[in-house]
C-alpha cells in the first residue's frame, strides 16, 4: 500500500525520495491468505517516524512470508532496481533483520552499495542512519551478525522439531508417494491411492515376470496410464492434456522404494546449509526409517525378490531379450559380467563370452570364455533341480533344523552376555561420574578412565549389532522352503526366481562353471557332491 502523496499542508522535505521496506519472515506466516498483521504494524512504525521527520513517502515495498537469509526476493529486488533509476535515496526498516539477517550480505547493502548509490540507510529500533556521525553505526555489524545468529538458532530449532516427527513416523513430504495420498483426517499419514496402486502392483508383477524396466515404461505408455505427475494432478482436479511419457528410471525408482511395504524414509537429503536451497545427499546410514507407518501395497516377500533381481541386472543394457540366467553369470577369470547374444536365429542357440575381453580383446585383456548358453542353463537348472530335491529330503532337512537351532541358541546366548557386560561398564562410567563430582578422582584421571570404558562398551556395542544383523540376515527356514518348492513346480522358472536361488555362476575357460547358491544349505548339499 502506497502512501498518498496529496497533503501539501505540511513542509515535506522533498529532498528524500523514501522508500519503506517491510519485511515478514516465512517461518512467522501462518498460512492466512490476508496480509500479514505484523506488516501493518511495521508499515504504521514507518509512516509515524515519516510524519514526525516531515519526510513524503515515495514508494512502499513489501516481502510477505520471505525469509531473511536470502536477498533474492521480489520486491527487495524492485527496490534495488529503483535505486539503480535514482527514483530512491533513503531507505527505511523498522530494524536491520528487516533489511536482511545474512550479516555478510546486510554488511554489503549498509556499508558498500548504500553508500556508492549515494542512498541513506534507516533502521528505526536500531537507531542506525548512515548519514549522521553516531556510535549506533559503529556495532550495526555486531547486530547483523546477532540476526544471522539467530536465523542460525531458529533454523536449528526448527530442523530439531521436523526431525522428532520424523522419528514418529508423521510424513512431510510436500507431495505423497505414487501409490499414496495424504489423509484428509491427518495430513502427516499416508494412505493408499487404489487407482494408482494397482499400477504400483503391475509394475512390480510384471518385472517379476521377466519384464524389464524399459519394457514396462513402454508398455504404460502405449496405454496411456498417467505418468506420477499427471496422475497427481489428475487427483486434485487439474487434469492436463497429456499422460506424459514412461522412463525406466521412473520404474526402477518405484521398485525400488520402500513405501510400498509401509515402511516410510525420510531425511535422504539436507540442505547445504540454512541461508542455501541446494540438497546434499545423506549416507543411508542416517536416513530415518519407519517401518509399518502406513498400510503396505507390495509384500515384503515380493519387494525383496525385486531387489535380489534389480541387483543382479543392474549392470544390464536394455535389450528385447532377457535370459533365466542374465546377471548372474561372471567370468570366473577377470569377475567381468558375461554378455549372451543370439547367433543363429533359427537353432535359436545363445552364446556367452567374458564382457571385458569383448570390450578389450585388442589389449589382451582376459580370454573369450566363450560357450553355448543354452546347454550351459539346462546343467544348471538340472542341478539345481537335483540339490532342491536332496533339500526337501526329510532327514536332512531334520539336520539343517537341528543346526539352525543350536545357532540361533549359541547366538542369543552371546547377545544377553554381551548385554551384561555393556550395562557393567554403564555402572562403573556412573561411579567414575560420582567419584569426580565428590572429589575422589581428578579430570585427567576421569577422562582417561571414562575414554577406555567407552571405548571398551563401543566395542561390545559392535559385537552385539554384528550378531543381531547375522540373526536378520540368516534367510527363514520357511522362506527357503517355499522358494525351493516352487522352482520344482515349475517346468520353467522365472528369472527372479532363479536370481532367488543362485548368487552368482563363475564360467571358466574350457566350459566349466562354479555356482555358488545363495542359501548355504543348497551351497553345502554342493560340495557333498
Known sequence: MNRAVSDYNKNYNRDWKVACYIRLSKEDVRGSVVESESITNQ????????????????????????????????????????????????????????????YIQAGHYMEQYFPSKNVRYISLLDNIDTFLDSSNNDIAPFKAILNEMYSRDKSKSIRSVLKG?????????????????????????????????????????????????????????????????????????NAGKSYGLWSHTGIRRILRNEVYVGTLVQSKYKKLNYKSKKLLSVDENLWIKTVNAHEAIISKDVFN??????????????????????????????????????????????????????????????????FNYTKLEVQIIGLLRE??????????????????????????AKIKLLEIEVNKIQAKLDMLY???????????????????????????????????????????????????????????????????????????????FDIYFSFKELQSLMKQG
Do not use: W
Request: one cysteine or more; charged letters at 25%.
Open 387 to 412: 540339490l532342491c530335491l536332496k533339500y526337501l529330503d526329510a532327514e536332512y532337512m531334520s539336520s539343517i533344523a537341528a543346526s539352525a537351532k543350536s545357532e540361533k541358541t549359541n547366538r542369543e
Open 43 to 102: 508499515r504504521n512504525l514507518l509512516l509515524r517516524y515519516l510524519d514526525d521527520n516531515n519526510l513524503l513517502l515515495t514508494k512502499e515495498y513489501v516481502d510477505d512470508g520471505v525469509s531473511g537469509t536470502t536477498f533474492d526476493r521480489p520486491q527487495f529486488n524492485a527496490m534495488i532496481e529503483d535505486i539503480e533509476h535514482g527514483l530512491i535515496n533513503m531507505v527505511i526498516t523498522k530494524d536491520m533483520s528487516r533489511l536482511g539477517r545474512d
Open 434 to 512: 560420582d567419584d569426580r563430582l565428590n572429589g575422589v578422582i581428578t579430570i585427567d584421571h576421569f577422562k582417561s578412565l571414562s575414554q577406555k570404558a567407552n571405548a571398551d562398551s563401543d566395542r561390545l556395542k559392535e559385537q552385539m549389532n554384528t550378531l543381531k544383523t547375522n540373526a536378520e540376515t540368516t534367510h527363514n527356514k520357511n522362506e527357503q522352503e517355499n522358494f525351493i518348492k516352487e522352482f520344482l513346480a515349475l517346468e520353467t522358472p522365472t528369472q527372479a526366481l532363479m536370481a532367488q536361488l543362485i548368487d552368482r555362476v563363475e564360467v571358466k575357460q574350457g566350459h566349466e
Open 165 to 237: 516427527k520424523k522419528e514418529q513416523g508423521l510424513f512431510l513430504g510436500k507431495v505423497a508417494p505414487y501409490g499414496y495420498r495424504k489423509s484428509e483426517e491427518n495430513k502427516h499419514k499416508l494412505v493408499v491411492d487404489s487407482i494408482a496402486a494397482l499400477v504400483v502392483e503391475e509394475i512390480f508383477e510384471l518385472f517379476l515376470n521377466g519384464y524389464g524396466c524399459h519394457q514396462i515404461a513402454r508398455l504404460l505408455s502405449e496405454r496411456q496410464t498417467p505418468i506420477p505427475s499427471v496422475h497427481n494432478n489428475i487427483s486434485v482436479g
Open 305 to 370: 525378490r525385486a531387489q535380489r533381481l534389480l541387483d543382479a541386472t543392474a549392470h544390464l543394457k536394455p535389450s528385447k531379450h532377457r535370459y533365466l540366467l542374465s546377471g548372474l553369470l561372471k567370468c570366473h577369470d577377470c569377475g567381468s559380467y558375461i554378455s549372451l547374444t543370439k547367433k543363429n536365429a533359427k537353432s535359436g542357440q545363445i552364446y556367452g563370452r567374458c564382457g571385458r575381453y569383448i570390450q578389450f580383446h585388442k589389449f589382451g585383456l582376459c580370454t573369450p570364455h566363450s
